[in-house]
């Protein structure tokens, strides 16, 4: 079965310093990556996808991710971050499902960003 | 316009109550989709409806009932809940759901509280 494991509940960090952000899957066969991001009471929204091609991933707010197929990573970075991106992270994978493509979330990650 | 609309925000009820919560697109996706999120929890899928027929039904008791009356609109009818169904309930919606892989947009949440 497909899934992610993401081993950092939460990640504390100064503002303006880098952060990595991990994610592991496990798949037997190709797979759809995603990464999410939940801010305060609010829905989610897509920060990026690996679907194939370059395994250099760039995103939305300056995040990327990079898709390791032999360490079966995709980690999302930051060069610098903003008070504004303490949020929830969530890494996901899409899983066939009777014919429907299904996402499969990580428990997430909490980026606590402090000035 | 990418933006998915639940109402109500926030919704209180009693565990004989009758409620139920709405889920609006007009992107003309005919993909429209149930998650339930507990706190610092990642969101499970319930329901897939795709072109308005339920495609998928992620095994959920039959106090949750999904309708989806057209392609913009989604409800779920909630009754006779229990105080570990409150939750975030998220709508989203998506161009399609099989044959490759569609962005789902994100609604932001109804935050249901059954007492």
Request: contains cysteine; charged residues 15%.
């Amino acid at each position: 079965a497909q899934s992610v494991t993401q081993l950092d509940s939460q990640v504390p960090v100064f503002e303006e310093a880098p952060v990595e952000l991990r994610c592991n899957y496990s798949s037997s066969v190709s797979v759809y990556l995603f990464w999410y991001v939940q801010y305060p009471n609010q829905g989610l929204q897509l920060l990026l996808k690996y679907l194939s091609g370059s395994t250099l991933v760039k995103g939305i707010n300056g995040f990327e991710a990079e898709f390791n197929k032999s360490q079966t990573s995709f980690h999302l970075r930051k060069p610098s971050v903003h008070i504004s991106d303490t949020a929830e992270y969530f890494c996901a994978v899409s899983v066939q499902n009777t014919g429907f493509q299904k996402l499969v979330f990580g428990t997430g990650t909490r980026l606590l960003v402090s000035p | 316009d990418t933006e998915v609309t639940q109402t109500p925000k926030h919704l209180v009820m009693g565990m004989t109550n009758k409620k139920s919560l709405k889920c609006e697109q007009h992107m003309g996706h005919r993909a429209m989709y149930w998650y339930k999120q507990k706190a610092k929890k990642p969101p499970e899928l319930m329901f897939v409806y795709s072109y308005e027929k339920l495609s998928i039904n992620e095994s959920v008791p039959s106090r949750f009932s999904p309708e989806c009356p057209n392609s913009s609109l989604l409800n779920l009818h909630l009754h006779a809940l229990q105080p570990e169904d409150s939750a975030l309930y998220l709508c989203a919606s998506s161009q399609d759901t099989s044959g490759s892989w569609y962005e789902q947009y994100f609604g932001p949440g109804t935050r249901l509280t059954v007492t």
